[in-house]
């Protein structure tokens, strides 16, 4: 139910997807930190917590405060299952353009006409690095491998951010930025930390939206062991999971068992063909059914052991 997870036993392969387009990730976590709108769409991810206040605009509004904790929904947002055309699914099982690269790769195939993350010039120098806003728009930075492991940017429009943990390597959302405006994004270490600046297309995000919502799967049911729903396909493709592929799913394709496939390594996917189709995933966690025999099996022998003790005890 979260795009962030921290735990030992979590799917490596997601973490692995989430660093190769600029997300945050390492051997024991994966974080939602540095997703732009397609990534967050495609994960289902329809809210975000802050525990700052951050810009409304075209991709996010506030629907609910709290003392310093903000709750805002996204724009862009997708079910928990959509389709993409099989060249799709399988040209993006290599992803060997870099984050950014890779992002754009995907923005094109989904039928962007444009780059949807386009480099613009900036300075970098010890200490900081400075972009100089000449169009307004959403503006994100990535940057070489560092040792810092915070930084701040700052705003001439008054706007400020931090960010921890830098030193995993994520790509920095720097927010809606004015035409007019320079952003200096600082660490305290005066360490030279060489950054590359990207603005937003938002045409480029509509366009993908457009074709990733064109096919969609209409839920029906959402448990943590159970998820059901309609798709109606016009196109045959992929239908693919926000839902990592770990053994324990089993996918129903119009009642019957479907094979599953992994879509970039990482999530469920299934191949669906023209027409409406009912689709439920069911979750049984892995050797459960063999634990419960053996512990079944271990509780009568031990009712069987106090009842031969009574036994002997009376006699």
Not at 132 to 160: F, I, P, W
Not at 249 to 255: A, E, N, S, V, Y
């Amino acid at each position: 139910r979260s795009s962030t997870q921290f735990s030992s036993l979590m799917n490596l392969n997601v973490s692995h997807f989430y660093q190769n387009l600029g997300m945050e990730g390492g051997k024991n976590f994966y974080s939602i930190s540095g997703a732009t709108p397609m990534l967050s769409a495609m994960l289902s991810i329809r809210y975000v917590l802050a525990d700052n206040e951050l810009e409304e605009g075209p991709l996010l509004t506030c629907v609910a405060a709290s003392g310093e904790t903000y709750l805002y929904e996204n724009t862009y947002v997708l079910p928990p299952g959509f389709v993409v055309e099989e060249p799709v699914a399988d040209v993006w099982a290599d992803m060997e353009l870099g984050d950014i690269g890779n992002q754009n790769e995907l923005a094109w195939m989904l039928g962007a006409e444009e780059q949807m993350l386009v480099p613009v010039p900036a300075v970098s120098n010890p200490g900081r690095s400075t972009l100089e806003v000449t169009e307004t728009g959403y503006y994100y930075a990535t940057y070489y491998k560092t040792d810092v492991d915070n930084l701040t940017m700052e705003s001439t429009d008054g706007r400020s951010r931090s960010y921890g943990k830098v030193s995993h390597g994520y790509t920095l959302d720097l927010g809606y930025c004015e035409a007019g405006s320079t952003v200096d994004v600082k660490n305290s270490s005066e360490e030279t930390v060489s950054m590359t600046f990207y603005r937003l297309s938002l045409p480029a995000v509509e366009q993908v939206y457009r074709t990733l919502s064109a096919q969609t799967m209409e839920t029906e049911v959402f448990f943590d062991d159970r998820i059901a729903g309609v798709i109606r396909v016009r196109e045959p493709g992929r239908l693919v999971f926000s839902i990592a592929k770990e053994e324990g799913w089993t996918l129903l394709l119009d009642g019957e068992p479907a094979e599953t496939e992994a879509f970039g390594e990482a999530f469920l996917s299934v191949h669906v063909e023209p027409g409406e189709h009912r689709v439920e995933l069911r979750y049984v966690t892995p050797g459960f059914e063999a634990g419960a025999k053996i512990s079944a099996g271990c509780l009568l022998l031990a009712v069987s052991a106090m009842v031969i003790r009574k036994k002997r005890s009376v006699q």
